[in-house]
């Protein structure tokens, strides 16, 4: 990997980490993180990489957020797993940001089976999922989902909960530990 992702990535890991504990705790990622982190970005790469550096970070946190959103709409994730994945994408741009989402798409599908099997829950998975391809289909129509993510968390057994920024944080460790072994 390119020298000059050495700080976005020690960065972005802290603030995964971080962003990962509060999730698993209190399943929230916090404002006071997020709207700096990005900030922060758009700053770095300013500063960094000129004008082309903070168009690519602003290219990258549009992305991040944008892949996210469609989630949040339909009621599957926190908002503030959104603004992470915005702030991210401000630090690492599209393509790794992508990867990022990814690798954190399958940390958190296997996790996902996991719960299922741990829970015998594969009944009401597959009932959600039919509820949320049927979301999906009609999102145009009916933008948004009236029992989101922050209602689940109230209602329900919070274990059966998956606390997104914790998948963002261990997918971004894969990446960056394979990434490592590689070179």
């Given amino acids: ?8 990535l020690l960065v ?33 790469w300013g500063i960094v990489g000129g004008a082309s550096g903070l168009g ?5 946190s549009l992305f991040g ?9 339909m009621g599957g994730m926190g908002a503030g797993d959104v603004k992470l994945m915005a ?10 940001t992508f990867l990022v989402f990814l690798a954190s798409a ?25 509820i949320v391809w049927h979301r999906f289909a009609t999102i145009g129509r009916h933008l948004g989902a009236e029992d989101g ?13 998956i606390p997104f920024a914790a998948m963002v944080a261990i997918g971004l460790l894969a990446l960056v530990s394979w990434a490592w072994l590689a070179h």
Wanted: with cysteine; glycine share 6%; aromatic share 12%.
């Fill in 56 to 60: 690519e970070s602003i290219v990258g």
């Fill in 12 to 44: 972005v890991l802290l603030a995964s980490v971080i962003a990962g504990v509060t999730d698993v705790w209190k399943f929230k990622v916090h404002n006071i993180l997020t709207l700096p982190l990005l900030l922060a970005g758009y700053t770095y």
């Fill in 1 to 8: 990997m390119d020298q000059s992702y050495d700080v976005p």
């Fill in 65 to 73: 957020f944008t892949i996210l959103v469609i989630f949040y709409v």
């Fill in 149 to 161: 993510i922050e209602c689940e968390v109230k209602q329900v057994d919070r274990r059966r909960l």
């Fill in 106 to 130: 399958l940390t958190m599908g296997v996790y996902a089976l996991v719960l299922i099997v741990r829970y015998g829950t594969f009944r009401e998975t597959w009932v959600k999922l039919q």
């Fill in 87 to 96: 702030a991210i994408g401000a630090w690492l741009g599209l393509p790794l």
